[in-house]
C-alpha cells in the first residue's frame, strides 16, 4: 500500500499570473495591499484551482479505487492512497522495488501520464519512490590538513555574535521576544536537552524567552498524513544543529521543530511544511536544510516546493532554504566528483524563498588569525575580536586558494592540484557552498541529473534584476544563492560547534570543552541563523515580512551602488566600513573537481574542474564585486541591516 500520495493541481494561466502579480503588491510599500496577507480560505477562494475541477479529479481517482484522504486548504494538492496495481491502472505506470548500491528502493519505472481531459488541472504526482533529499550539513574532519593552519578556531554563539554584529541589537532588548522559527524536518531531535545544554554552555539561557518545542502539524482537514517520525538517524543531527544555531542567532525567540514521518512516497518535511503554511495560525518565519537538484527532483517535486513557497509568502512567511553544500554540481552531492555538470537545487532556487549559501574565514589564508581571534576563550567561549575576512567555503582541490596554499599556480591538467598527490589524498571533494542558475525548475533532461533535454529555469524575478548591473549576470533565469553566512566545516581551521549526544549515530557527549564536542559546517547552519537573523528583523518592526529577498536586493543595490563595493568589501576585515549592510566576498570561488564531459575543463590528468566551458577554464563559479554566484549579495552586519529595514 502506497499511502499518502500528493496530487498537484495547477491554476488556470491567467490566475496564475494574477497570484505572481499580486504577490508582487503584497511586497510593495505603494500599493495598498501592501502586507495584506491572506487567510487559507482568501488564497484557495482567490487563486486556488475552481472547487468544480479538484471534485472531477478526486472523482476520477475514485474510479480507480484510489482513496482521496483530503484536499489542502490552499486547493492545489490532493492527498490519496492505493496499491501499485491501482497506480498502474490510473496513471500507467509500474512501481517496482529495486536495489541502488545494495539498498531497496521502490521507484515508477516511467513517468505518470495524465489523461488528457485533466492536463489542464492537474500537474503531475509529487513523487512516486522513496528516495529522499539530502541533508546540507558536513562533518569537521578529525584534522587539520590545510597549509598554514594548525589550530581550529571552532565558532561558538559568541563568535556569531561578535563577527555578525548581534550584539547592539541584543544590548537593545531586541533578541527575538514573541518571534516562532520552525525549522522543517522528517525527525525528531535525538534528545531536546541536547538544546537546553548547548544554550546554557554558551551563555544564552539569559534569554529566557527562549523555548524549544516538537510538533507534528496535522492538516486542516482530512486523514492525518504527518505521524510522529521518532529519531531518524543519519538525519537527527540535522534537526539539533537547525534548532541549536536558530536559537543562538535569535536566543529570545521560540524555535519549533515541525516534523512528520516520511511515507512510501513523500518526504516528511514538505508534509510538515505544507501542513503550516495551510493552516489557520501559520508560522513567519521557516528555515529548510534539506535539498535535491532540479533535474533529479522532478518537474512536478520542483513544482510542489514552488508551490508551498508561494502559498508561504502570500500568507507572509519568510521562507530560507539551504542553497547545498556541493558547489555548482548539486547533481553531485555528498560525492567525490562531479559529473553531471552544472545543476542547483529545487528545494532553494524557487523565486519565492530566500536561499542561502556559504562561505568560510579567510584569515588563516591571508596569515592574519592573530588580528581577529584571541588565544582563549571568553567565558562564553567565544574568541573572535571582529568581523573576519570571508572567502567561499569550498573543500575542493578545484579552490584556487587552497590548490595556491599548497604551492600550485593551476587546478586543472597534469601538473595542477587537483592531480597531485595532496590533491588526490585529501582534496577530491564537492563540499562547498553551492550556486548557480537555475536549469531545470521544469521540464526533463534527456540525460538523468543533467540539465538538457527539455529543461527549463525559473524566470528571473524582478527584485533580482536590481543587481544585473553590479555582478548578477544578464541570464533572464533564477541564481543563486540571495545572501550567505561562516558554513565551513573546518578546512582552514574553523567551524560550527553543536550539541548531539547521540554517540553510536557521530555525536558527541556535550560535556567538557566544548571543542570536544562534535562539529562540522553546511549551509544546514546557514539557513537557521539566516531565519533567526529575520526574526530580529520581525521583532524590530513588529510585524511578518513574507519574502525579504526585495528589501535585501534593494539595500544592497543602494549600497553598492552608492558607496561601490570597495568599502564593504569583505577582504577588508576589521577595515570595513562601519556602515556596511552586507559584505561583498571578493576573493576566492567555489570550484569543485569533476570527470567527464559535462561542464568539466579537463585539459589532461585524471581530474578536471567544474567550468561553463569544456574547451577553456570558466571556473564555476568564483567571486566579484557586488552580486556572485558563489556567495550571492554576500554576508551581513546583522545590526545595520535591522536598522536599515524600511518601516
Same mark, same amino acid.
Given at each position: 500500500?502506497?499511502?499518502?500520495?500528493?496530487?498537484?493541481?495547477?491554476?488556470?494561466?491567467?490566475?496564475?499570473?494574477?497570484?505572481?502579480?499580486?504577490?508582487?503588491?503584497?511586497?510593495?510599500?505603494?500599493?495598498?495591499?501592501?502586507?495584506?496577507?491572506?487567510?487559507?480560505?482568501?488564497?484557495?477562494?482567490?487563486?486556488?484551482?475552481?472547487?468544480?475541477?479538484?471534485?472531477?479529479?478526486?472523482?476520477?481517482?475514485?474510479?480507480?479505487?484510489?482513496?482521496?484522504?483530503?484536499?489542502?486548504?490552499?486547493?492545489?494538492?490532493?492527498?490519496?492512497?492505493?496499491?501499485?496495481?491501482?497506480?498502474?491502472?490510473?496513471?500507467?505506470?509500474?512501481?517496482?522495488?529495486?536495489?541502488?548500491?545494495?539498498?531497496?528502493?521502490?521507484?515508477?519505472?516511467?513517468?505518470?501520464?495524465? %489523461?488528457?481531459?485533466?492536463?489542464?488541472?492537474?500537474?503531475?504526482?509529487?513523487?512516486?519512490?522513496?528516495?529522499?533529499?539530502?541533508?546540507?550539513?558536513?562533518?569537521? %574532519?578529525?584534522?587539520?590538513?590545510?597549509?598554514?593552519?594548525?589550530?581550529?578556531?571552532?565558532?561558538?554563539?559568541?563568535?556569531?555574535?561578535?563577527?555578525?554584529?548581534?550584539?547592539?541589537?541584543?544590548?537593545?532588548?531586541?533578541?527575538?521576544?514573541?518571534?516562532?522559527?520552525?525549522?522543517?524536518?522528517?525527525?525528531?531531535?535525538?534528545?531536546?536537552?541536547?538544546?537546553?545544554?548547548?544554550?546554557?554552555?554558551?551563555?544564552?539561557?539569559?534569554?529566557?524567552?527562549?523555548?524549544?518545542?516538537?510538533?507534528? %502539524?496535522?492538516?486542516?482537514?482530512?486523514?492525518?498524513?504527518?505521524?510522529?517520525?521518532?529519531?531518524?538517524?543519519?538525519?537527527?543531527?540535522?534537526?539539533?544543529?537547525?534548532?541549536?544555531?536558530?536559537?543562538?542567532?535569535?536566543?529570545?525567540?521560540?524555535?519549533?521543530?515541525?516534523?512528520?514521518?516520511?511515507?512510501?512516497?513523500?518526504?516528511?518535511?514538505?508534509?510538515?511544511?505544507?501542513?503550516?503554511?495551510?493552516?489557520?495560525?501559520?508560522?513567519?518565519?521557516?528555515?529548510?536544510?534539506?535539498?535535491?537538484?532540479?533535474?533529479?527532483?522532478?518537474?512536478?517535486?520542483?513544482?510542489?516546493?514552488?508551490?508551498?513557497?508561494?502559498?508561504?509568502?502570500?500568507?507572509?512567511?519568510?521562507?530560507?532554504?539551504?542553497?547545498?553544500?556541493?558547489?555548482?554540481?548539486?547533481?553531485?552531492?555528498?560525492?567525490?566528483?562531479?559529473?553531471?555538470?552544472?545543476?542547483?537545487?529545487?528545494?532553494?532556487?524557487?523565486?519565492?524563498?530566500?536561499?542561502?549559501?556559504?562561505?568560510?574565514?579567510?584569515?588563516?589564508?591571508?596569515?592574519?588569525?592573530?588580528?581577529?581571534?584571541?588565544?582563549?576563550?571568553?567565558?562564553?567561549?567565544?574568541?573572535?575580536?571582529?568581523?573576519?575576512?570571508?572567502?567561499?567555503?569550498?573543500?575542493?582541490?578545484?579552490?584556487?586558494?587552497?590548490?595556491?596554499?599548497?604551492?600550485?599556480?593551476?587546478?586543472?591538467?597534469?601538473?595542477?592540484?587537483?592531480?597531485?598527490?595532496?590533491?588526490?589524498?585529501?582534496?577530491?571533494?564537492?563540499?562547498?557552498?553551492?550556486?548557480?542558475?537555475?536549469?531545470?525548475?521544469?521540464?526533463?533532461?534527456?540525460?538523468?541529473?543533467?540539465?538538457?533535454?527539455?529543461?527549463?529555469?525559473?524566470?528571473?524575478?524582478?527584485?533580482?534584476?536590481?543587481?544585473?548591473?553590479?555582478?548578477?549576470?544578464?541570464?533572464?533565469?533564477? +541564481?543563486?544563492?540571495?545572501?550567505?553566512?561562516?558554513?565551513?566545516?573546518?578546512?582552514?581551521?574553523?567551524?560550527?560547534?553543536?550539541? +548531539?549526544? +547521540?554517540?553510536?549515530?557521530?555525536?558527541?557527549?556535550?560535556?567538557?570543552?566544548?571543542?570536544?564536542?562534535?562539529?562540522?559546517?553546511?549551509?544546514?547552519?546557514?539557513?537557521?541563523?539566516?531565519?533567526?537573523?529575520?526574526?530580529?528583523?520581525?521583532?524590530?518592526?513588529?510585524?511578518?515580512?513574507?519574502?525579504?529577498?526585495?528589501?535585501?536586493?534593494?539595500?544592497?543595490?543602494?549600497?553598492?551602488?552608492?558607496?561601490?563595493?570597495?568599502?564593504?568589501?569583505?577582504?577588508?576585515?576589521?577595515?570595513?566600513?562601519?556602515?556596511?549592510?552586507?559584505?561583498?566576498?571578493?576573493?576566492? +570561488?567555489?570550484?569543485?573537481?569533476?570527470?567527464?564531459?559535462?561542464?568539466?575543463?579537463?585539459?589532461?590528468?585524471?581530474?578536471?574542474?567544474?567550468?561553463?566551458?569544456?574547451?577553456?577554464?570558466?571556473?564555476?563559479?568564483?567571486?566579484?564585486?557586488?552580486?556572485?554566484?558563489?556567495?550571492?549579495?554576500?554576508?551581513?552586519?546583522?545590526?545595520?541591516?535591522?536598522?536599515?529595514?524600511?518601516?
Amino acid at each position: 500500500m502506497l499511502d499518502h500520495m500528493q496530487l498537484l493541481l495547477k491554476r488556470p494561466a491567467e490566475t496564475e499570473a494574477a497570484l505572481v502579480r499580486f504577490i508582487d503588491l503584497l511586497h510593495d510599500p505603494k500599493s495598498p495591499y501592501f502586507h495584506q496577507w491572506l487567510t487559507a480560505e482568501q488564497f484557495r477562494v482567490n487563486f486556488g484551482p475552481a472547487d468544480a475541477d479538484v471534485s472531477i479529479v478526486s472523482n476520477w481517482l475514485s474510479t480507480h479505487g484510489l482513496t482521496v484522504n483530503g484536499v489542502q486548504a490552499g486547493g492545489v494538492v490532493i492527498d490519496f492512497s492505493g496499491t501499485a496495481g491501482q497506480i498502474r491502472d490510473a496513471f500507467k505506470t509500474e512501481i517496482h522495488q529495486i536495489d541502488v548500491g545494495g539498498v531497496g528502493h521502490v521507484a515508477n519505472m516511467s513517468n505518470p501520464r495524465i %489523461p488528457a481531459a485533466l492536463s489542464d488541472v492537474v500537474n503531475g504526482i509529487v513523487s512516486l519512490n522513496d528516495f529522499r533529499p539530502h541533508t546540507n550539513f558536513k562533518s569537521r %574532519p578529525a584534522y587539520t590538513y590545510t597549509s598554514g593552519s594548525s589550530t581550529y578556531h571552532a565558532v561558538a554563539p559568541a563568535d556569531l555574535a561578535t563577527i555578525y554584529n548581534l550584539n547592539p541589537m541584543f544590548r537593545s532588548g531586541i533578541s527575538g521576544q514573541g518571534q516562532a522559527i520552525v525549522v522543517i524536518e522528517n525527525t525528531n531531535v535525538y534528545s531536546s536537552a541536547d538544546w537546553t545544554t548547548f544554550r546554557s554552555t554558551f551563555g544564552l539561557s539569559s534569554y529566557t524567552s527562549g523555548s524549544f518545542t516538537q510538533i507534528h %502539524p496535522a492538516p486542516a482537514s482530512g486523514a492525518n498524513n504527518c505521524t510522529n517520525p521518532g529519531v531518524v538517524a543519519g538525519n537527527e543531527r540535522e534537526a539539533e544543529l537547525d534548532a541549536e544555531w536558530a536559537s543562538a542567532a535569535a536566543p529570545g525567540a521560540a524555535v519549533v521543530l515541525a516534523s512528520c514521518g516520511d511515507t512510501s512516497t513523500t518526504f516528511g518535511g514538505l508534509i510538515a511544511l505544507q501542513n503550516l503554511v495551510n493552516s489557520s495560525n501559520p508560522p513567519a518565519i521557516i528555515s529548510i536544510s534539506y535539498g535535491e537538484c532540479e533535474a533529479m527532483n522532478g518537474a512536478t517535486a520542483n513544482a510542489a516546493y514552488s508551490s508551498v513557497y508561494q502559498q508561504a509568502v502570500a500568507r507572509g512567511i519568510s521562507v530560507f532554504v539551504s542553497a547545498g553544500d556541493e558547489g555548482a554540481a548539486s547533481c553531485d552531492a555528498d560525492l567525490g566528483n562531479a559529473t553531471h555538470g552544472i545543476g542547483v537545487s529545487g528545494f532553494a532556487s524557487t523565486p519565492y524563498n530566500v536561499a542561502v549559501g556559504g562561505t568560510d574565514f579567510g584569515d588563516t589564508y591571508a596569515r592574519t588569525t592573530a588580528s581577529y581571534w584571541t588565544a582563549a576563550n571568553g567565558t562564553t567561549d567565544g574568541s573572535a575580536i571582529s568581523y573576519v575576512p570571508e572567502i567561499p567555503w569550498n573543500d575542493s582541490c578545484a579552490s584556487v586558494l587552497i590548490a595556491a596554499a599548497n604551492g600550485y599556480r593551476t587546478t586543472y591538467g597534469t601538473t595542477g592540484f587537483c592531480n597531485s598527490p595532496t590533491g588526490n589524498a585529501y582534496f577530491l571533494t564537492t563540499a562547498s557552498g553551492s550556486g548557480g542558475p537555475s536549469g531545470c525548475a521544469a521540464g526533463a533532461p534527456s540525460e538523468s541529473g543533467v540539465v538538457s533535454g527539455t529543461c527549463r529555469a525559473y524566470a528571473k524575478p524582478a527584485w533580482q534584476s536590481l543587481l544585473l548591473l553590479l555582478g548578477n549576470p544578464a541570464d533572464g533565469v533564477r +541564481d543563486l544563492p540571495d545572501v550567505s553566512l561562516f558554513a565551513a566545516n573546518g578546512v582552514w581551521g574553523h567551524y560550527y560547534i553543536v550539541c +548531539d549526544s +547521540d554517540v553510536p549515530d557521530g555525536g558527541a557527549a556535550c560535556t567538557g570543552a566544548p571543542s570536544g564536542w562534535a562539529g562540522g559546517g553546511g549551509t544546514s547552519f546557514a539557513a537557521p541563523i539566516w531565519a533567526g537573523f529575520q526574526a530580529l528583523v520581525n521583532q524590530a518592526t513588529g510585524s511578518r515580512q513574507g519574502n525579504p529577498n526585495p528589501v535585501y536586493y534593494s539595500l544592497a543595490a543602494t549600497e553598492y551602488l552608492l558607496g561601490g563595493t570597495s568599502t564593504c568589501n569583505s577582504s577588508r576585515g576589521n577595515g570595513v566600513a562601519s556602515n556596511c549592510v552586507f559584505y561583498d566576498i571578493t576573493l576566492g +570561488d567555489m570550484d569543485v573537481n569533476c570527470s567527464g564531459t559535462n561542464d568539466c575543463y579537463r585539459p589532461s590528468g585524471n581530474y578536471g574542474v567544474l567550468s561553463t566551458r569544456n574547451s577553456s577554464y570558466s571556473k564555476a563559479y568564483g567571486t566579484g564585486a557586488g552580486w556572485n554566484f558563489a556567495t550571492g549579495i554576500g554576508t551581513v552586519n546583522v545590526t545595520n541591516l535591522v536598522n536599515a529595514w524600511p518601516r
